[in-house]
């Protein structure tokens, strides 16, 4: 249900625009955002964006990466400026949703990008 795209080969303060594309009204779920896990490294937050517009961004990309939503294309952007090599890695579209007690994720294939000299 989600395809993202967008991720390459950029040199360190290279800019990159990922999208992730939804197959179904993402109004539909509470959340959508970017992950990313770098080769031995654990998952982790990058941003995400409420049904609202609320956004929260990672404090190790702030004021470089912003997330973006296009309700109408049912899709998610997140701008990457100013890339450094420790951005190198495979970043996952997620959208996630509530249902009582119970948190749903769904998971993008991921999109790698790698910053390199």
């Known amino acids: 249900q989600l395809q993202a795209s967008g991720g390459g080969l950029v040199q360190p303060g290279g800019s990159l625009r990922l999208s992730c594309a939804c197959s179904?009204?993402?109004?539909?779920?509470?959340?959508m955002g970017w992950f990313r896990q770098a080769p031995g490294k654990q998952r982790e937050l990058v941003a995400t964006?409420?049904?609202?517009?609320?956004?929260n961004t990672a404090d190790s990309v702030k004021g470089r990466f912003s997330i973006s939503r296009d309700n109408a294309k049912n899709t998610v952007h997140l701008q990457l400026n100013s890339l450094k090599p420790e951005d190198t890695a495979v970043y996952y579209c997620?959208?996630?949703?509530?249902?009582?007690?119970?948190?749903?994720?769904?998971w993008g294939q991921g999109t790698q990008v790698t910053v390199s000299s």
């Open positions: 179904v009204n993402i109004l539909g779920f509470d959340a």
């Open positions: 964006v409420s049904n609202v517009g609320d956004t």
């Open positions: 997620n959208a996630n949703f509530r249902r009582g007690p119970v948190t749903y994720n769904i």
